[in-house]
């Protein structure tokens, strides 16, 4: 695959970093838009999104110098400088730290957190589909060994270098089937959008099908053994998989009684 997009000098654009930045505008795009079809503050809708985001990204790098606070206090600018964060475990942590600031932005606001929620779905998921096709480029979460045909093989050093990746084994391209879950997801929420009849409909929708999503897919992470907690039964994510599945029913199962906005 292409882990290195361009090359200038010395100096290298990875593609997974140019596919983030994708999935970030298209992600605050669509919950701008997405705030005004359900008559919210855009404004609000917008600081809230790079609340979750900046939380993701501060979370995450946070986690990792304090799991591997020997190697930062050794290397403290390659740790900061580092170009991905290769476990899952630790980006599910960074996840839980967004979800909690998130959280505390929309009570502190004032926002009706369903409605809210709804407001969001929609945004993470085309978020997520364009995400993980950045993580197919550069080999980020690789799968399981296969000799299924439509299995990839990664050759560049980069990938092995930047996220752990093997070369010359053919893997389940379980990035792109995410991505594709998380797309037919987006325009399964995007379609159903002026269909709500009411609040949290988007938010269990996407919390339970994308959790249970998230925990098979698990299964065919090739590094799912970095993150594995329960003797080896679970994996963090999927036990963030299984926290979404949860919520996603219980906003389904809630009967709201005020009427939705759409």
């Known amino acids: ?17 140019v596919f983030a930045a994708i999935a970030l505008v298209a992600a605050l795009a669509i919950a701008a838009q997405t705030a005004r079809r359900l008559a919210m503050d855009p404004n609000k809708i917008w600081n809230l999104s790079l609340t979750g985001i900046f939380t993701v990204l501060l979370g995450s790098r946070l986690l990792l110098i304090l799991f591997h606070l020997r190697d930062f206090l050794a290397h403290p600018f390659w740790m900061l400088g ?8 630790i980006f599910s942590g960074g996840i839980l730290l967004a979800i909690c600031a998130c959280l505390g932005y929309i009570f502190a606001a004032r926002l009706p957190l369903q409605r809210t929620l709804d407001c969001l779905a929609p945004a993470a998921a085309l978020g997520i589909a364009f995400n993980s096709l950045g993580e197919l480029a550069a080999g980020s979460d690789y ?30 391209p379980v990035q792109l089937y995410e991505a594709l879950v998380a797309f037919a997801l987006f325009a399964f929420l995007w379609f159903w959008l002026p269909r709500r009849k009411q609040d949290g409909e988007l938010a269990g929708a996407f919390l339970f099908l994308y959790g249970a999503c998230l925990y098979f897919l698990d299964f065919l992470r090739g590094d799912r053994a970095h993150s594995e907690t329960f003797g080896g039964a679970l994996t ?4 963030l998989a299984i926290v979404f599945v949860l919520f996603g029913a219980a906003f389904w199962m809630r009967q709201s009684t005020a009427p939705a906005t759409a």
């Open 143 to 172: 799968g399981t060994p296969t000799t299924a045909p439509w299995g990839v093989v990664y050759k560049h050093g980069l990938a092995a270098l930047w996220s752990g990746t093997p070369l010359g084994v053919r893997v389940h």
């Open 236 to 239: 963090i994510s999927q036990l």
């Open 1 to 17: 695959m292409y882990p290195r997009l361009f090359q200038f000098g010395h100096i290298a654009i990875p593609t997974y970093g």
């Open 82 to 89: 580092v170009i991905g964060i290769r476990s899952r475990g």
